[in-house]
């Protein structure tokens, strides 16, 4: 599977990004995916993850203001961020795990596919 993540931009903050994740290669719809940031000069955190049913996930920091979907026919994921903050500034990366585990999970080794990143700025 081919990730490829795209739609990051530079926002004020208290605006509006929706960020996609396209696969390309297999079938998406059963693939646990997981969103993940970057920001400068600090780890990689998990933010949001869908299952393969529509379970959903989300980082505390994040939670009530981004929302993730997946239209299966399009074999997209998505990643709506609303009320964006300076601190959401980073850099996102979608990531799935490998087809046959059905759990969401929050841990970076667990994703085998990555995509490679949009930037997401939001301004103060």
């Known amino acids: 599977v081919q990730l490829q993540a795209y739609g990051g931009g530079l926002v004020q903050a208290g605006g509006s990004l929706r960020l996609s994740c396209a696969a390309s290669?297999?079938?998406?719809?059963?693939?646990?995916v997981g969103w993940f940031r970057q920001a400068p000069g600090k780890m990689r955190e998990f933010v949001a993850a869908?299952?393969?049913?529509?379970?959903?996930y989300y980082a505390d920091s994040v939670k009530g203001r981004f929302t993730t979907s997946r239209d299966s026919a399009k074999n997209t994921v998505y990643l709506q961020m609303n009320s964006l903050k300076p601190e959401d500034t980073a850099v996102y990366y979608c990531?799935?795990?490998?087809?046959?585990?059905?759990?969401?999970?929050?841990?970076?080794?667990?994703?085998?596919?990555w995509g490679q990143g949009t930037l997401v700025t939001v301004s103060s």
């Open positions: 990531a799935a795990r490998r087809s046959g585990y059905a759990t969401i999970s929050l841990s970076e080794s667990d994703h085998y596919y």
């Open positions: 290669g297999r079938t998406f719809s059963r693939y646990v």
């Open positions: 869908i299952s393969w049913s529509g379970g959903k």
